[in-house]
């Protein structure tokens, strides 16, 4: 993975997504060269990177006009910008744009999540992945309650972590935000 | 327990203990009315506020004039300035001044808790209780290994806590630092 | 808090909640000696328990019969079955039968959390607190909407307990479960 | 990654590492196509068949032969076991007999953690990196003081997993017990 420090970061933009966060879910989505992917609330970038390195293509939404600035910077400075399609507005319009999907990311709803999940299972190719990170204690309910409603078993995986600061004193232990990760694949 | 907010704060003094860590030291000091308190690193106070409140007297020691400062403001804040006696200085030097005890507090050690626990211990009144909060990495096994040099059975809990922080899109969920609490009795 | 292993324990009853939690979970009630308390959902009694010492009495209710005989046996064994009241039955029926409440305590619902809470709500004096623990993702959210709709500003708390187990090749870290613990006062 | 599930495994060997936890190894390790890999302490095998899978070449250490044999059945159930050299006894005298290293990933060291790392840290090659996963309180603070040792910049990061489980009444979440990464590159 991207270290955290090696993202150009925006205020008001939120993420990167912390580096051992990407890195589970990068392996919950099991990318394929070949796959296409839609980072439904990219912020700051930091998701669709790492998918642009190993996915065919990625179809990076927000509607933070700021968000789509560093994530194109984010992109720009890792040499990826080829791989990416940036697409400023609400997900469930800009959604009807995009090609299928082997991947569905989802970092950021605005209150759509449910919604944004059943449009883009319906882009979602057989086998796809649909992958949501959630910050807040109502969407990791809602994110299981609508896969379930789709026939889609959830894998549900909260992830605490903590980093050591090495200090004089010692090595003291830094909480990032818990997070929690969903996803589930269309049989 | 004292909420949070409620503890004047300095820049540069570390603290309060967060109030569900507060409670769970409470706990596990199984303080009496008439117990006698040594706490070794008080810093912002918050912990020898609450023992103060439950406790007969509290001994608060800091080698930072700050720390002792702040500490004072929040027992006068409380009303309990009248149970605490504050000693600046270098903590195995100031313990030759105090009493025996029931509990021994050790919230911060300065790269001595090794000595400090084992000057602690021989203050301490059979039945007493020894109490450290770690937040490196380093200390929580210097604590348990000391504790066991003094054949004592230590008790390790290490605590993450998340707050929510209720927003217009829901309750997100904020991480406090883990902390290790480690806690032994004297029998 | 009474550690643990000191409460009788039945195949199929869950609980008692553990011990770092009731901690919490008292600090949480702002108990005091006139108290009356009704713990819905009380399993094993550990919560009754810890509210009958400190309480003037508690009205333990669960509908599962074994439920409420592991819990008089854990009141019995710390000799307080005298300040507690054992109702078997369906929470929303039984609650009818309650006089009014300093603390309503919710430890299970069955699926219907949010009616026991509006209905607990009813029955909560001026300066009440309601709180609840949650194990699943579901009723997290729902807690913290129920206290909205009543006006109630929620304190959530998402606790991650781990305790070291002392063995030859040092401390090992076994995790607990995490507990959601939701409270609110009523104002 | 592989799901636990698909690892065989034996009584009394401990692992396999869990998925999650295997793939922040992985991302930590920053493993190429080319790259030679040691497993020291290889347990069930859950971290050799990830490596193999991506390594040219791992090197599997394990004092206990039951550890070895479960490891060799998850190689070959993955058909990966012309990647792998399976290495029974002690690792400080095993190591002797293996190549220069690209990645050392310590997992288990009965006690010898310090003197695995100082001797594995001599068959790295530049560039190389050392892991090592830590359940224990003890051996992650020695981790991190050997790596220093070594004047390599150690990154540490405690991982607190909870899964989901589906049940009738919502996603109950169960805890992982927490573990800690050690990581660091010789330059």
Same mark, same amino acid.
């Given at each position: ?26 392996? $919950? /989505? ?35 006009? #700021? ?5 194109? $910077? ?6 990826? !910008? +080829? ?12 959604? #009807?744009? +995009? ?25 979602? $190719? #057989?086998?796809?992945?649909? +992958?949501?990170? /959630?910050?807040? !204690? ?10 379930? /409603?789709?026939?889609?078993?959830? #894998?549900?995986?909260?992830? /605490? +972590? ?26």
């Amino acid at each position: 993975m991207i270290p955290d420090r090696e993202f150009i970061k925006t205020p008001e933009v939120p993420g990167p997504t912390k580096e051992e966060v990407r890195c589970i879910v990068m392996c $919950k /989505s099991k990318i394929l060269k070949g796959d296409v992917v839609a980072d439904i609330g990219c912020g700051t970038g930091g998701i669709t990177v790492e998918f642009a390195r190993k996915a065919k293509e990625v179809y990076s939404i927000d509607r933070n006009p #700021d968000a789509l600035e560093v994530t194109e $910077k984010n992109l720009k400075k890792h040499g990826l !910008l +080829i791989k990416a399609n940036l697409l400023e507005g609400d997900a469930l319009e800009v959604m #009807d744009e +995009i090609p299928d999907l082997n991947v569905l990311m989802v970092g950021g709803s605005n209150g759509e999540l449910s919604s944004i999940i059943k449009k883009g299972y319906k882009k979602l $190719k #057989d086998g796809g992945r649909i +992958i949501v990170t /959630s910050i807040l !204690l109502e969407t990791r309910a809602e994110a299981v309650k609508t896969l379930q /409603s789709l026939d889609m078993i959830p #894998d549900v995986v909260e992830v /605490s +972590i903590s980093k050591g600061k090495i200090t004089k004193r010692g090595t003291m232990m830094i909480a990032n935000n818990p997070i929690t990760i969903i996803s589930a694949t269309k049989v």
